[in-house]
């Protein structure tokens, strides 16, 4: 069965940072590429980071760019998702999930496991 796990974020105030973790178990390989989306009360699901499996190219949102730094280490299953400089419009709640080989980034149709999904708060 797969699961991805995610701990971290939280409440923090503008200009403040968080990260993210996503730990995933239950595949049987490492070769799958990894992205982060978020979902803000009212509005669709959207990318904001996304990794290749070996960690050697990294595509982000232009919202979040120059801000996030996604990385993972496969020894560990885990990714994650450094966010500096964080803005109110940050405010969401953010998914890792895998992607489906093959496919683009930006689609959330294009995953086919998610995590549990973690609450980030940026106060003005």
């Known amino acids: 069965q797969v699961q991805l796990v995610q701990s971290g974020g939280g409440l923090v105030q503008a200009g403040g940072s968080l990260r993210l973790s996503c730990v995933a178990s239950g595949l049987s390989s490492s070769i799958y590429a990894m992205a982060w989306f978020r979902q803000a009360p009212g509005k669709e699901r959207e990318f904001v980071a996304g990794i290749t499996w070996s960690g050697n190219r990294t595509n982000y949102a232009g919202a979040v760019k120059g801000r996030f730094t996604v990385s993972r280490d496969n020894a560990k299953n885990t990714v994650y998702l450094q966010m500096n400089s964080l803005k109110p419009e940050d405010t969401a709640v953010y998914y890792c999930?895998?992607?489906?080989?093959?496919?683009?980034?930006?689609?959330?149709?294009?995953?086919?496991?998610w995590g549990q999904g973690t609450q980030v708060t940026v106060s003005s």
């Open positions: 999930a895998k992607k489906r080989i093959g496919v683009g980034w930006y689609n959330s149709k294009d995953y086919d496991y």
